[in-house]
């Protein structure tokens, strides 16, 4: 009796635990270059009543075990790094990622991140910058007398200066991507950061070697489905009150047997 008390606790925790992720990508449905999540569950080692090929009574052996299972716990998030919907800005700092791949970025630490975010800004010196101020690798200076920027789908960028003719290429926009793109570790701030699980690093020009292509004035929304998120509520809802109704129900079982005279 116990062990359904047990088993239905750890179904409740699972739940509670897909109910938080739900509300993360809820909560994330309008932040740019936002990735959904989705929690990944096994089921807990079964306790063996009786194995299978044991023998039985009449001399023959028993043809299946005799198990019951302790539950369920959660191992893993998986983000789904499928492509968001494309936002036109009009902004000509606004850079969206059309595939696969990040931007790379210099933290205030020196040390490297990446984001899909591509809502850039120049800075006082003149660097593109993310919208918390890390700097885009490789750097890119901004002449101050600049009156257009022009970001191609390749990653080179150009400026158009007072008395020149012909624009100014300023410099190239790289794209890095992993082998295991699920293994990023979240920063915050739409950053993430790179560790073994991931794979090392491959930098290439937007649009070679699979990378996605880049485009000037857009913005990629995240890929969170609210509609898709909502039944993921409604299913997760249901099942944390089955698995509360079953302990209850073990509650009554137990205080049945306890009466007992």
């Known amino acids: 009796m116990l062990r359904s008390l047990y088993t239905a606790a750890t179904g409740m925790e699972a739940q509670q635990l897909k109910m938080d992720v ?20 096994e089921d807990l080692l079964s306790e063996a009543v009786r194995a299978p090929g044991a023998p039985d009574p009449r001399g023959g052996v028993e043809p299946s075990p ?3 299972g302790l539950g369920v716990k959660t191992v893993a998030t998986t ?7 494309m936002l036109n800005t009009g902004n000509p700092n606004d850079v969206a990622i059309e595939g696969s791949g990040f931007f790379e970025v210099r933290q205030a ?15 006082a010196t003149g660097r593109l910058v993310t919208q918390h101020g ?21 990653g080179r960028v150009f400026a158009t200066v007072p008395g020149r003719a012909e624009p100014s290429e300023l410099g ?3 794209l890095v991507q992993f082998q295991n793109p699920g293994g990023l570790q979240t920063l915050g701030r739409n950053l993430l950061v790179a560790n073994p699980a991931c794979g090392e690093a491959i930098r290439t020009r937007p649009g070679e070697r699979g990378a996605g292509s880049l485009n000037q004035g ?23 009150e089955l698995n509360s109704k079953v302990i209850q129900t073990a509650d009554q ?6 009466s007992l005279r």
């Open 22 to 41: 739900i509300a993360n990508n809820l909560a994330n449905v309008n932040t740019t270059g936002f990735k959904r999540t989705r929690p990944e569950f």
């Open 66 to 68: 005799l198990e019951v």
């Open 79 to 85: 983000r789904n790094f499928s492509q968001g919907d």
């Open 109 to 123: 630490n020196g040390e490297p991140a990446y984001t899909r975010a591509g809502n850039l800004r120049i800075d």
């Open 134 to 154: 890390e700097i885009i690798e490789p750097e890119i200076n901004v002449p101050a007398e600049t009156t257009q920027l022009t970001i191609q789908a390749d």
């Open 172 to 174: 190239q926009i790289e």
């Open 218 to 240: 857009f913005l990629e929304n995240g890929n969170v489905k609210a509609v898709e998120e909502m039944v993921d509520m409604i299913s997760t809802q249901r099942a944390y």
């Open 253 to 258: 079982m137990l205080q049945r047997l306890t």
